[in-house]
């Protein structure tokens, strides 16, 4: 009679007992997709579409006044990590 009863219950919630453990599942993984800095990358050219090697590429932070400055590589690229999320000016 018990064994009956389980299942009749178990039957009723099933689904939603999956549910939550797809939502549980899922959630530390969404967690931490979550950051609070931006990147810049590019690649630095002239008017001819020439790389420029050893250019100096800043981003400013207006909020804060944070300058980071990156020199471009041999193909002219750079890559700024870690910026602070705001409005920034880039030269």
């Given at each position: 009679?018990?064994?009956?009863?389980?299942?009749?219950?178990?039957?009723?919630?099933?689904?939603?007992?999956?549910?939550?453990?797809?939502?549980?599942?899922?959630?530390?993984?969404?967690?931490?997709?979550?950051?609070?800095?931006?990147?810049?990358?590019?690649?630095?050219?002239?008017?001819?579409?020439?790389?420029?090697?050893?250019?100096?590429?800043?981003?400013?932070?207006?909020?804060?006044?944070?300058?980071?400055?990156r020199v471009t590589d041999a193909q002219g690229r750079f890559f700024l990590p870690a910026?602070?999320?705001?409005?920034?000016?880039?030269?």
């Amino acid at each position: 009679m018990c064994r009956g009863l389980f299942s009749k219950v178990f039957t009723r919630w099933r689904p939603r007992l999956l549910v939550a453990l797809v939502v549980l599942g899922l959630t530390p993984r969404m967690a931490l997709a979550q950051y609070n800095t931006a990147e810049v990358s590019g690649v630095v050219i002239d008017v001819q579409g020439s790389v420029i090697f050893g250019a100096s590429v800043v981003a400013l932070h207006l909020v804060t006044g944070l300058t980071i400055e990156r020199v471009t590589d041999a193909q002219g690229r750079f890559f700024l990590p870690a910026l602070p999320v705001s409005s920034t000016d880039n030269s």
